[in-house]
T-cell receptor, first 110, second 114 residues
Framework: NAGVTQTPKFQVLKTGQSMTLQCAQDMNHNSMYWYRQDPGMGLRLIYYSASEGTTDKGEVPNGYNVSRLNKREFSLRLESAAPSQTSVYFC?????????FGPGTRLTVT | KQEVTQIPAALSVPEGENLVLNCSFTDSAIYNLQWFRQDPGKGLTSLLLIQSSQREQTSGRLNASLDKSSGRSTLYIAASQPGDSATYLCAVSWISGSARQLTFGSGTQLTVLP
């Protein structure tokens, strides 16, 4: 099993550009999450999806949109990237109790 | 606001020492608590998960305890090794939270000196 996969691993954007971060899990989990991690800080929740067809805002949703395409895939979109969105983005999925994390996408906005 | 705090932010110990990492949380109504390890530039590896009804969990040289009444968890690492050097993150899922979302502490950066 691949677990949770994320693409791309690295990305550099110019201010105002848009992009979509992809996440997929092969563990048949219902819940999926997007977090961001900034230097010296823990992870903060951006959006989550409790089940296919539902999405909800987390702690820091401004500037982002999400799509739960199907049970496997949960994408994060930046419509107009800003330097404040420079961060490492992690996707996770959850079984009954535990969250499993992908390897992360390192995004730099110049 | 429900918060998770980890102190100290950084810790340096000589190889072979037993050590304790601390995690505190503001609301005792938790669903569970997870300890993660993060190596530089890498993702998160789950180390231990403690359910609300449990007092501790053990895996190899690691032991995590949970005291809900005092809002604390500790991660005990026995006989530390240089390979244990990493950032350790504590994360709490609260009963009131939606979809069992996790709230993270800012981590303790551990360095084990050979």
């Amino acid at each position: 099993n691949a677990g949770v996969t994320q693409t791309p691993k690295f990305q550099v954007l110019k201010t105002g550009q848009s992009m979509t971060l992809q996440c997929a899990q092969d563990m048949n989990h219902n819940s999926m999450y997007w977090y961001r991690q900034d230097p010296g800080m823990g992870l903060r929740l951006i959006y989550y999806s409790a089940s296919e067809g539902t999405t909800d805002k987390g702690e820091v949703p401004n500037g982002y949109n999400v799509s739960r395409l199907n049970k496997r895939e949960f994408s994060l979109r930046l419509e107009s990237a800003a330097p404040s969105q420079t961060s490492v983005y992690f996707c996770a999925s959850r079984d009954g109790y535990e969250q499993y994390f992908g390897p992360g996408t390192r995004l730099t906005v110049t | 606001k429900q918060e998770v705090t980890q102190i100290p932010a950084a810790l340096s110990v000589p190889e072979g020492e037993n050590l304790v990492l601390n995690c505190s949380f503001t609301d005792s109504a938790i669903y569970n608590l997870q300890w993660f390890r993060q190596d530089p530039g890498k993702g998160l590896t789950s180390l231990l998960l403690i359910q609300s009804s449990q007092r501790e969990q053990t895996s190899g040289r690691l032991n995590a305890s949970l005291d809900k009444s005092s809002g604390r968890s500790t991660l005990y690492i026995a006989a530390s090794q240089p390979g244990d050097s990493a950032t350790y993150l504590c994360a709490v899922s609260w009963i009131s939270g939606s979809a069992r979302q996790l709230t993270f502490g800012s981590g303790t950066q551990l360095t084990v000196l050979p």
